[in-house]
């Protein structure tokens, strides 16, 4: 008898001694605390040092960074180079995977600290870092490795197979934007 | 001035007065009780609760009535309707109603029946009719389920409830609050709670089984049934049945106060404040609605035996048990 509700008090006691103590909570709009090493925030892109090799579009699960490509003489040597006019990076879709970063050759692109992605339109979440902006809303289509030519026509028939025949003269010139 | 004291007095307008004064009281009490309870579930937790509207987080409640009136009453397809809406209306007039017997200062009581805690015990039990109501028009499983163990639990529990106020009804010789409260004297070695001790307790037990508190909180049952009897119910329906929650719960501590630790009589002669002896009462009654909430985020729930055991097989025995000491104890002395 005597030990009955003597848990029911000890809990209250504990209770009672919490509901006076320091509280633990990091309010944070105001606190920030540091991010860890190597975080992965959102995306941002060094213009200057991208040399529009595409790797990262190619290479973007989501398919949230479209690049729109021209040849321009950027360095003055005479010799017109690949080059970024329009780059956009669709913060809707990306998934923080890395890749992108990982695969690019001059490290021009990279992660940030930030991570408050928030809009209200899903559109404004579209960051655009080129001189041209990208319409985000279009699906960039990754040039297809044309290796699993001979599957794909056993699979698809022959009506498809024919009509890149007809058409890759009349098309050809206008394929340098990939956008 | 006297005259339109006067006025005050007549009949129809004090009989609006004190109704809109009584509306005001519990909405507010509801809504203050609402950021009360987070508040101290927050610091209890070792967090700081809402604190984000206002300064402090005080405006809380505005922004939660705000934005309970603005969102959409959704009922289910196959409930009645007619029951399933005034399940609500059930459960918080008889709330509200109640605050009508209690004396809050020496002359403030709107209504000084003679038979109040007569009147108490049977418009508190109405309450049980609204749970029941919610359970069985909302056509839902869960909600049948908490309906029915809140039957059980409120009916149960009416037992050591009443049993538990007749030992101070003896002592006082009457069922008006007033009186009691009168009886009780101005110094709190006088109060019942010291001479009805096992019955404060009991009242107190079973006060928080009758308002459906956490370590009763079976018709709710957060994690087991969802929500009870109120599964269904969103927007106002939602926040008119947690406002007779708190009404009453405001409800069972000022009855406790009133019966057993003095009403608004100053614990000490010498802090008697006379007409703002209402002071002490709302003291006393916050006090015993802390007490509440240290209970509901420290206490874990009872199960279904273990809350019938309690209530039939402890509480009852205690007060039958009390009963005859205060009967004997009165005929000795």
Same mark, same amino acid.
């Given at each position: 008898?005597?030990?009955?509700?003597?848990?029911?008090?000890?809990?209250?006691?504990?209770?009672?001694?919490?509901?006076?103590?320091?509280?633990?909570?990091?309010?944070?709009?105001?606190?920030?605390?540091?991010?860890?090493?190597?975080?992965?925030?959102?995306?941002?892109?060094?213009?200057?040092?991208?040399?529009?090799?595409?790797?990262?579009?190619?290479?973007?699960?989501?398919?949230?960074?479209?690049?729109?490509?021209?040849?321009?003489?950027?360095?003055?040597?005479?010799?017109?180079?690949?080059?970024?006019?329009?780059?956009?990076?669709?913060?809707?879709?990306?998934?923080?995977?890395?890749?992108?970063?990982?695969?690019?050759?001059?490290?021009?692109?990279?992660?940030?600290?930030?991570?408050?992605?928030?809009?209200?339109?899903?559109?404004?979440?579209?960051?655009?870092?080129?001189?041209?902006?990208?319409?985000?809303?279009?699906?960039?289509?990754?040039?297809?490795?044309?290796?699993?030519?001979?599957?794909?026509?056993?699979?698809?028939?022959?009506?498809?197979?024919?009509?890149?025949?007809?058409?890759?003269?009349?098309?050809?010139?206008?394929?340098?934007?990939?956008? | 001035?006297?005259?339109?004291?006067?006025?005050?007095?007549?009949?129809?307008?004090?009989?609006?007065?004190?109704?809109?004064?009584?509306?005001?009281?519990?909405?507010?009490?509801?809504?203050?009780?609402?950021?009360?309870?987070?508040?101290?579930?927050?610091?209890?937790?070792?967090?700081?609760?809402?604190?984000?509207?206002?300064?402090?987080?005080?405006?809380?409640?505005?922004?939660?009535?705000?934005?309970?009136?603005?969102?959409?009453?959704?009922?289910?397809?196959?409930?009645?309707?007619?029951?399933?809406?005034?399940?609500?209306?059930?459960?918080?007039?008889?709330?509200?109603?109640?605050?009508?017997?209690?004396?809050?200062?020496?002359?403030?009581?709107?209504?000084?029946?003679?038979?109040?805690?007569?009147?108490?015990?049977?418009?508190?039990?109405?309450?049980?009719?609204?749970?029941?109501?919610?359970?069985?028009?909302?056509?839902?499983?869960?909600?049948?389920?908490?309906?029915?163990?809140?039957?059980?639990?409120?009916?149960?529990?009416?037992?050591?409830?009443?049993?538990?106020?007749?030992?101070?009804?003896?002592?006082?010789?009457?069922?008006?609050?007033?009186?009691?409260?009168?009886?009780?004297?101005?110094?709190?070695?006088?109060?019942?709670?010291?001479?009805?001790?096992?019955?404060?307790?009991?009242?107190?037990?079973?006060?928080?089984?009758?308002?459906?508190?956490?370590?009763?909180?079976? !018709?709710?049952? *957060?994690?087991?049934?969802? +929500?009870? @009897?109120?599964?269904?119910?969103? &927007?106002?329906?939602? #926040? =008119? %049945?947690?406002?007779?929650?708190?009404?009453?719960?405001?409800?069972?501590?000022?009855?406790?106060?009133?019966?057993?630790?003095?009403?608004?009589? !100053?614990?000490? *002669?010498?802090?008697?404040? +006379?007409? @703002?002896?209402?002071?002490?009462? &709302?003291?006393?009654? #916050? =006090? %015993?609605?802390?007490?509440?909430?240290?209970?509901?985020?420290?206490?874990?729930?009872?199960?279904?035996?273990?809350?019938?055991?309690?209530?039939?097989?402890?509480?009852?025995?205690?007060?039958?048990?009390?009963?005859?000491?205060?009967?004997?104890?009165?005929?000795?002395?």
């Amino acid at each position: 008898m005597p030990q009955v509700g003597q848990g029911i008090l000890k809990g209250m006691g504990i209770t009672l001694k919490h509901l006076f103590g320091k509280k633990i909570t990091r309010m944070y709009p105001e606190y920030k605390r540091d991010l860890p090493e190597r975080s992965r925030g959102m995306l941002t892109v060094d213009m200057d040092r991208c040399i529009a090799c595409l790797q990262c579009m190619r290479i973007c699960p989501d398919h949230c960074i479209s690049i729109e490509q021209t040849k321009r003489d950027a360095d003055g040597s005479g010799k017109p180079k690949p080059y970024a006019i329009g780059f956009v990076i669709d913060d809707s879709r990306c998934m923080y995977c890395s890749l992108c970063v990982e695969v690019c050759p001059v490290n021009c692109i990279y992660h940030t600290e930030e991570f408050e992605a928030q809009a209200y339109n899903r559109l404004e979440l579209a960051r655009q870092f080129g001189e041209r902006p990208v319409d985000p809303t279009i699906d960039p289509k990754p040039p297809v490795k044309k290796k699993p030519k001979k599957a794909a026509a056993s699979a698809d028939g022959d009506a498809p197979k024919r009509a890149p025949k007809k058409v890759p003269p009349k098309k050809a010139p206008k394929e340098g934007a990939a956008a | 001035m006297q005259t339109v004291l006067n006025l005050l007095e007549m009949e129809p307008i004090r009989f609006f007065i004190s109704f809109g004064a009584i509306l005001f009281l519990v909405l507010n009490l509801a809504a203050i009780l609402t950021m009360a309870e987070r508040k101290t579930a927050g610091y209890i937790q070792l967090r700081y609760g809402p604190n984000r509207v206002g300064p402090r987080g005080l405006l809380q409640p505005a922004a939660d009535v705000f934005k309970l009136f603005t969102k959409e009453n959704v009922s289910p397809g196959r409930a009645d309707l007619w029951i399933f809406l005034g399940a609500p209306i059930a459960m918080f007039i008889p709330a509200a109603a109640v605050w009508m017997v209690i004396p809050f200062a020496p002359n403030a009581v709107v209504a000084n029946l003679n038979i109040g805690i007569l009147f108490f015990v049977a418009v508190t039990s109405i309450g049980a009719l609204g749970v029941i109501m919610a359970g069985y028009g909302s056509h839902s499983t869960f909600s049948l389920l908490g309906a029915l163990r809140g039957a059980a639990q409120m009916i149960s529990y009416e037992v050591p409830l009443i049993l538990s106020l007749l030992g101070v009804i003896m002592l006082t010789g009457s069922l008006s609050f007033v009186d009691v409260v009168n009886s009780q004297g101005p110094n709190f070695w006088g109060w019942y709670f010291l001479p009805q001790l096992p019955m404060a307790l009991t009242f107190y037990i079973a006060g928080l089984a009758e308002v459906k508190r956490v370590p009763f909180d079976l !018709p709710e049952g *957060e994690s087991e049934i969802v +929500g009870g @009897f109120m599964v269904e119910y969103s &927007g106002m329906t939602w #926040a =008119l %049945i947690q406002a007779s929650e708190f009404a009453s719960m405001g409800l069972m501590a000022s009855i406790n106060v009133t019966l057993f630790f003095g009403g608004w009589q !100053p614990p000490l *002669e010498f802090l008697d404040l +006379g007409n @703002f002896n209402w002071i002490w009462f &709302g003291l006393k009654t #916050a =006090l %015993i609605m802390f007490t509440f909430q240290w209970i509901r985020w420290s206490v874990p729930r009872l199960r279904m035996d273990q809350l019938m055991d309690l209530g039939w097989k402890i509480l009852v025995p205690i007060t039958l048990v009390w009963l005859f000491v205060t009967a004997g104890a009165m005929l000795v002395f």
